[in-house]
T-cell receptor, first 115, second 111 residues
């Protein structure tokens, strides 16, 4: 069973461009979470999605950021008009069910650099 | 609100000596607590988790942690450090289906 997959692993964008980060959860997992890790900091929750639904987006910046998890295909985190402050590692995690007792399995992350 | 405080940003030990990484939590309800490890430029791996069963939790690679409700602590220990243990360690509490991370403790292991 392949783990959580994220691509690309590294992404370089210039200010003002768009960044698209992809996450394929583990097989059988329908819950996806996105976290952001700024340099020298812990991970911060961004958004929690189930298939075709956003459950909790309380950690998402109000502008320029959006996420989706369509019925078919990977979850996408989209950042429009990137700025230098968006440079970070973005991690996706998945779990087989909801609930605080369920482990979240993490992908290797996408490291976004904004020039 | 759920939160965790990792009391040390860096811990240095010699190979073969004990490891102690400290974590205190705050929770408005009975929490689930985790320790994750992150090696440089890698993803996160679960070391162990506490989910209201036994208060002493054993994890992978010889790590264990003890949940102490009276002290609101969940410290991570290992009897004997190995060079391969050098990494960043995160104490995590669950908060309404999302994970709340501490700021991390970098473990340095010297020969």
């Amino acid at each position: 069973n392949a783990g959580v997959m994220q691509n690309p692993r590294h992404l370089v964008r210039r200010r003002g461009q768009e960044a698209r980060l992809r996450c394929s959860p583990m097989k059988g997992h329908s819950h996806v979470y996105w976290y952001r890790q700024l340099p020298e900091e812990g991970l911060k929750f961004m958004v929690y999605l189930q298939k075709e639904n956003i459950i909790d987006e309380s950690g998402m910046p109000k502008e320029r950021f959006s996420a989706e998890f369509p019925k078919e295909g990977p979850s996408i985190l989209r950042i429009q008009q990137v700025v230098r402050g968006d440079s970070a590692a973005y991690f996706c995690a998945s779990s087989p069910a909801a609930g605080d007792y369920n482990e979240q399995f993490f992908g290797p992350g996408t490291r976004l650099t904004v020039l | 609100a759920q939160s965790v405080t990792q009391l040390d940003s860096h811990v240095s030990v010699s190979e073969g000596t004990p490891v102690l990484l400290r974590c205190n939590y705050s929770s408005s309800y009975s929490p689930s607590l985790f320790w994750y490890v992150q090696h440089p430029n890698k993803g996160l791996q679960l070391l162990l988790k506490y989910t209201s069963a036994a208060t002493l939790v054993k994890g992978i690679n010889g790590f264990e942690a003890e949940f102490k409700k009276s002290e609101t602590s969940f410290h991570l220990t290992k009897p004997s450090a190995h060079m391969s243990d050098a990494a960043e360690y995160f104490c995590v509490v669950t908060g309404f289906q999302k994970l709340v991370f501490g700021t991390g403790t970098r473990l340095l292991v010297s020969p």
